[in-house]
Nanobody, 116 residues
Framework: VQLQASGGGSVQTGESLRLSCTAS????????MGWYRQTPGKQRELVAM???????AYTDVAKGRFAISRDNGKNTVYLQMNRLKPEDTAVYYC???????????WGQGTLVTVSS
């Protein structure tokens, strides 16, 4: 299974970005899809995740500003990020779990830079 993330970039405070991550390869029964982020010297942290049934869950960093969604037909998960702040600057990673395997798959990361 390969995960290809895209959509990162450099924006100003208050602007928006939409991240995408598509799973390809031997993809059967994707369970959860999610987004994490990491800054230098810090642990990777969960931003949002979504179940196979489409139920989203957000951490405090995302509530009220970010929206996660998925297209099961395209094996793709999205993260719409609005009202971005400089503290949102990080490398964002997508993560996917399958019902057939305990270990998750990770994407390569996409850099988001928010300047004030």
């Amino acid at each position: 299974v390969q995960l290809q993330a895209s959509g990162g970039g450099s924006v100003q405070t208050g602007e928006s970005l939409r991240l995408s991550c598509t799973a390809s390869g031997s993809v059967f029964s994707i369970e959860t899809m999610g987004w994490y982020r990491q800054t230098p010297g810090k642990q990777r942290e969960l931003v949002a995740m979504i179940t196979s049934a489409g139920a989203p869950a957000y951490t405090d960093v995302a509530k009220g500003r970010f929206a996660i969604s998925r297209d099961n037909g395209k094996n793709t998960v999205y993260l719409q990020m609005n009202r971005l702040k400089p503290e949102d600057t990080a490398v964002y990673y997508c993560r996917v779990t399958l019902t057939s395997r305990a270990a998750p798959y990770w994407g390569q990361g996409t850099l988001v830079t928010v300047s004030s």
